[in-house]
Each structure stands twice: as structure tokens, then as C-alpha cells.
T-cell receptor, first 112, second 115 residues
Framework: DVKVTQSSRYLVKRTGEKVFLECVQD?????MFWYRQDPGLGLRLIYF???????EKGDIPEGYSVSREKKERFSLILESASTNQTSMYLC???????????FGNGTRLTVT | DQQVKQNSPSLSVQEGRISILNCDYT??????FLWYKKYPAEGPTFLIS???IKDKNEDGRFTVFLNKSAKHLSLHIVPSQPGDSAVYFC??????????????WGLGTSLAVNP
């Protein structure tokens, strides 16, 4: 079974802090994704990566950056956290460009 | 503009009965559809999918029906079990559009199966 592990289940950060959300997958998947989930807005894609050191913006990349130095690890970075970035963050991976996504259990981030 | 719509935010059914979750889409170019299930405090898990060349796909208690002319798909769960209580997301994409970056999600339907 594919395992996607997000390093923190809950995080509380202050406005202006730099925040790192880490995600690791153990199935050698090429593709990795970061989503945020908000009530009434569903899942929205922030960034995705289709190879090491490759990244592409999703639908809401503003205020975020990503890093993929190793195939198994995909990090989401909030350069200067703001309260409107309080959300559930979900990491996912997929074996091919069209195979189903495998999600981690999410990180609930609160920015105060 | 929501291209994938799940018009029922919630649904409640009795254990043993059929659950029918509905999903409508507006983009006629979508040719691949997926359903994901999400329990609280967990990430979504893939449940079942259907290609536009089919009108039905079945996997155990789960069946997805696709009506292309109506731009409508539905997920049937028979018989429903209390463990099926979760949020169900419908998602759609164009297979030849490149990759999962183009996956469009509905807002989800919360299913409660009562014992």
C-alpha cells in the first residue's frame, strides 16, 4: 500500500512566520501535489511536481512555494504566514499522470 | 464557476438500504471521473472511477453510473453500512489534457448511514 506521510497533524503558527509542511511518499511516485481544503471551497490545488526539482503552479499558488529535492519528499513553504492561510493542507502522490491520487492524512494549520 | 457540482451537501440513509450520491458536470470535454471517500481526520481515498466510454462500473457494493448526455454521474452503494459514513467527493478530468493537475473536484456530499 502506498503511504503518504505528512509530518504534522496540527500546527499553530503566528502571522509572519515562515512555515514548512513536509510530505514523504514511499512508493517511488513521480507526481506529488499540495492541496488545501476549506469549507465551501472543496479541494484546491496549490502546487504540483512531476519530477525532482520540477514544479508547476496550481490554481492558488500565491503566498506559497514548494521544494522537491528528492523524489520521495515534497515540501510546501509559506514564506510569511497569514491568517487566510489557516486551512487543512493535503499532500498527495500518483504513480503516473493519470493514476488515482494517494493522499496523506492532512495537516491542519492555524495561523494566529 | 463550479465545473463539478455535488448539489446535496448531506445525505442520510438507513443501514442496508441503497445510498445514491449524485454529481453533475458542465464541461463536456471531461472524459474520466473518479469518486473519493474521506473520513474525518484522514485524507481522501480513491474509491472507484469510470471512463466516458462506459456507462457503468462496478466494484463490490459500489457502482458508478455515467449519463453523458445529461452530464451526470451517480455513485450507488448497496447495501449501505455504517462504515460507509464519510464525505464523498466527485472529481473529473480530461485524460488527454496531460495530468492530474487538471483534476476538478466537487465540494463533497456527507453521507450518514444510520444503524
Amino acid at each position: 500500500d502506498v503511504k503518504v506521510t505528512q509530518s504534522s497533524r496540527y500546527l499553530v503558527k503566528r502571522t509572519g512566520e515562515k512555515v514548512f509542511l513536509e510530505c514523504v511518499q514511499d512508493m517511488d511516485h513521480e507526481n506529488m501535489f499540495w492541496y488545501r481544503q476549506d469549507p465551501g471551497l472543496g479541494l484546491r490545488l496549490i502546487y504540483f511536481s512531476y519530477d525532482v526539482k520540477m514544479k508547476e503552479k496550481g490554481d492558488i499558488p500565491e503566498g506559497y512555494s514548494v521544494s522537491r529535492e528528492k523524489k520521495e519528499r515534497f515540501s510546501l513553504i509559506l514564506e510569511s504566514a497569514s491568517t487566510n492561510q489557516t486551512s487543512m493542507y493535503l499532500c498527495a502522490s500518483s504513480q503516473t499522470v493519470n493514476s488515482p491520487l494517494h493522499f496523506g492524512n492532512g495537516t491542519r494549520l492555524t495561523v494566529t | 464557476d463550479q465545473q463539478v457540482k455535488q448539489n446535496s451537501p448531506s445525505l442520510s440513509v438507513q443501514e442496508g438500504r441503497i445510498s445514491i450520491l449524485n454529481c453533475d458536470y458542465t464541461n463536456s470535454m471531461f472524459d474520466y471521473f473518479l469518486w473519493y471517500k474521506k473520513y474525518p481526520a484522514e485524507g481522501p481515498t480513491f474509491l472507484i472511477s469510470i471512463s466516458s466510454i462506459k456507462d457503468k462500473n462496478e466494484d463490490g457494493r459500489f457502482t458508478v453510473f455515467l449519463n453523458k448526455s445529461a452530464k451526470h454521474l451517480s455513485l450507488h452503494i448497496v447495501p449501505s453500512q455504517p462504515g460507509d459514513s464519510a464525505v464523498y467527493f466527485c472529481a473529473a478530468k480530461r485524460l488527454n489534457a496531460g495530468n492530474n493537475r487538471k483534476l476538478i473536484w466537487g465540494l463533497g456530499t456527507s453521507l450518514a448511514v444510520n444503524p
